[in-house]
């Protein structure tokens, strides 16, 4: 078992954390980055991080993007299992709360409100900032 905490982080997050890395979505991505913490992910998750990162308004040049991508050989993949609930406020948000549910058991969004608390299940859905402040003991 890897002593490393892994988190499941939003897309949001991450474009946050990428675009100001000063904030609190930034320390996040520094705290991955210097491996403190893991990302838990599936294919679906790294292929929506890869196209959102891909999207010209964000102006991320590709070589960028490539060696930001090269990390998820040092992070946390699993295999999940549909989400019970079908009647989520986005359901594309879905495989996030899977992904959680399968590894961490924590979710960080800048969405809390597509997670309501009765869809959640067994994971703990937090902001960065929340997350920062009562999650991550460093």
Not at 32 to 50: C, G, M, P, T, W
Not at 86 to 110: I, N, R, W
């Amino acid at each position: 078992m890897n002593a490393v905490p892994a988190i499941t982080l939003e897309t949001n997050v991450l474009v946050s954390g990428l675009l100001n890395p000063f904030g609190p979505p930034g320390r996040v991505l520094d705290l991955i980055l210097s491996r403190q913490i893991r990302l838990a992910f599936d294919d679906r998750v790294l292929i929506e991080y890869q196209e959102v990162l891909s999207r010209p308004r964000f102006g991320f040049p590709a070589t960028h993007i490539e060696r930001f991508m090269a990390i998820f050989t040092f992070q946390e993949r699993v295999t999940t299992t549909p989400w019970p609930h079908q009647s989520m406020p986005d359901q594309d948000d879905a495989m996030f709360l899977e992904v959680a549910s399968a590894s961490s058991k924590v979710l960080v969004t800048g969405n809390l409100r597509h997670y309501p608390d009765s869809m959640s299940e067994d994971v703990r859905v937090l902001t960065p900032i929340d997350w920062l402040n009562t999650e991550f003991k460093n």
